[in-house]
């Protein structure tokens, strides 16, 4: 793929998926920002590739503040906003089942897996439609669309934000705006472990 001149903004890109997809952007010729909880992991992503190529900042995506910083950073990098991939993701450990599960956990599993994508959608987006359109690409699961055991909170988040992409992807194609979803199964990532 030729994504020379394009700038992402990728979500969860210190580890597992999102790492892979900032490498893979890099090669094909994007600037990228990543983000993530932990700096550290960031900083070990962008050791491995051009430093002309890659922007780390930092942030909780379940925090608005923090995403609206995270589009100002990929927007100073590379001076806009093409493609945007929401990979960051909280697993439901310990699983449970709906009356077992902790409140609290419920509440961040989705702050993170279905609010988050929402905050960096809502903040990117105007960026994007004010540069004739741009992609967005969510990374939800096939518990999105088929339940496991013990996990409501992981399958409710990700079946959210499938239909949250195709919310997205109706209400805004006529802004050239793409919005994919993309339901990845088990794959072996640090959280999978």
Known sequence: ?????????????????????????????????????????????????????????????????DVERMVET????????????NNAAKDQIPPSNVVDIDPELWSQVLAVNLTGALFTMKSAMPHMIKDGGGS???VASVAGIRAIPNMPAYVSSKGGLIMLSQQVALDFGPSRIRCNVICPGSIRTEMFE
């Open 74 to 85: 990929t927007l100073k990098f590379g001076g806009k906003l093409n493609v945007l991939v």
């Open 136 to 138: 967005i690409i969510n």
């Open 1 to 65: 793929m030729n994504l020379d001149g394009k700038v992402a903004l990728i979500t969860g890109g210190g580890t597992g998926i999102g790492a892979a997809v900032a490498r893979r952007f890099v090669a094909d010729g994007a600037k990228v920002c990543i983000t993530g909880r932990r700096q550290e992991a960031l900083d070990q992503v962008a050791a491995s590739l051009p430093p002309e190529s890659i922007r780390t900042c930092a942030g909780d995506v379940s925090r608005y503040e």
